[in-house]
């Protein structure tokens, strides 16, 4: 519109400003020409409007096909990653720029055909970039590369992509594969500015490593090299150990450990509530002892608890071991609520279960916590229990130390989710209506550090859990402490 004013005011001026082109015929004529490129003009402009309008509709189009979609199963949709990334990334950036909008057909839903584009890819691992996390930056632009060198079309080109790549490659002090994706970069772009003063930089570190190397052991030269580039800031010491359980690569038993692995009826020590329905039992591990019970909870008891929860559900949070209060991390990625017993016969029922199936006093538990992990949702290892540097972690309470942790799980998860030991290799994954219970405490009081467990992000769904986490006050005669520190 701007270019089609600027246009007729230059021409108009020049035919308005000078009323005697009326008397002369050959001055008129040049009117008409004048005329006829300010009707030019205008088609022009009116077809860039129709162009537009068309780019428009077509996004319109198929937007409406999405959302449609979409909203016959919201949580399913969303529950999908990609739908889940693609929907923040049009609401943040893509409405704004619709001139540049290029949307993928995702009529197909949460089931079919979803999956990240280059782009995608190439922007997350700069998000990943921004946020100093390097280990996922690499994640993510190598699977950038991957995808370009199986040929997929794309507005971002390999240097881009193995400029970010080979920087945050470094940074985790990996300097031989730095050196040789800078070289890579190079090759492709030779004059590129900062990858020609990088590869002069790791040329000359390596050079004084080597020199280094001459002159000290090996262990004053690791040290400097640690020194030099740091850890990074969501550093794990078990995190390849967690990835790979989280993946299903867990350890496997020996068939015989196998064998000391039942399934069983349990009544509760002749709890006359499950003489005559028994609650079934499976052992998930031997040591630590995980044992899960199935059907436990009824569908009609799920709603419930997650109808009174929703409304309440906020960014959870975990015990600050310096403060002993309740505090947000960056390493646990979910919404939770606290639901007490007094408020709903349902809570109540659930929680004299707890009490009647594993013979502890749950009179000096915490309430039940009820969570939502949506996509990327994730509880990084952990302990449920205070270790002896944090003796004030549940001072405020008054019922000591976690002795034991119940886990409902209240959805099945499409994928992730899984509920893993670092310490020993165990995964446990998700399946409504079912529970597991480990004691976090040994008899004797001490803690079960083999006990260290994640929530693994959830890929694909979402994962609703509830637990109760019960206290060693009340428990004196229900579980006597041994003469063993470690039993």
Known sequence: MIWYILVVGILLPQSLAHPGFFTSIGQMTDLIHTEKDLVTSLKDYIKAEEDKLEQIKKWAEKLDRLTSTATKDPEGFVGHPVNAFKLMKRLNTEWSELENLVLKDMS??????????????????????????YYHTELWMEQALRQLDEGEVSTIDKVSVLDYLSYAVYQQGD???????????????????????????????????KDANKSSDDQSDQKTTLKKKGAAVDYLPE??????????????????????LFCRYHDGNRNPKFILAPAKQEDEWDKPRIIRFH???????????KDLAKPRLSRA????????????????????????????????????????????????????????????????????FARKDEPDAFKE??????????????????????????????????????AVFWYNLFASGEGDYST???????????????????HERGQEFRRPCTLSELE
């Open 397 to 434: 309470l008054g019922t000591g130390n976690r002795i034991a942790t119940w886990l409902f799980y209240m959805s099945d998860v499409l994928a992730g989710g899984a509920t893993v030991f670092p310490e020993v290799g165990a995964s446990v994954w998700p399946k409504k209506g079912t």
């Open 295 to 305: 059907d436990i909870i009824s569908d009609a008891e799920i709603e419930i608890v």
């Open 452 to 470: 260290r467990h994640a929530a693994c992000p959830v890929l694909v769904g979402n994962k609703w859990v509830s637990n109760k986490w019960l």
């Open 239 to 260: 995190r390849q150990k967690y990835e790979m359980l989280c993946r299903g690569e867990g350890i496997k038993m020996t068939p015989r450990r196998q064998k000391k």
């Open 317 to 384: 949070t975990v015990h600050d071991p310096e403060t002993g209060k309740l505090t947000t991390a960056q390493y646990r990625v979910s919404k939770s609520a606290w639901l007490s017993g007094y408020e709903n016969p349902v809570v109540s029922r659930i929680n004299m279960r707890i009490q009647d199936l594993t013979g502890l006093d749950v009179s000096t538990a915490e309430e039940l916590q009820v969570a939502n992990y949506g996509v990327g949702g994730q509880y990084e290892p952990h302990f449920d």
């Open 108 to 133: 197909d839903g949460v089931k079919h055909k979803s999956f990240l584009t280059v782009e995608d890819c190439f922007e997350l691992g700069k998000v990943a970039y921004t946020e100093a996390d």
């Open 175 to 209: 300097l031989d594969k730095a050196l040789l994706l800078t070289k890579k970069l190079l090759e492709l772009d030779p004059e590129h500015q900062r990858a020609n003063g990088n590869l002069k930089y790791f040329e000359y570190i390596m050079a004084k490593e």
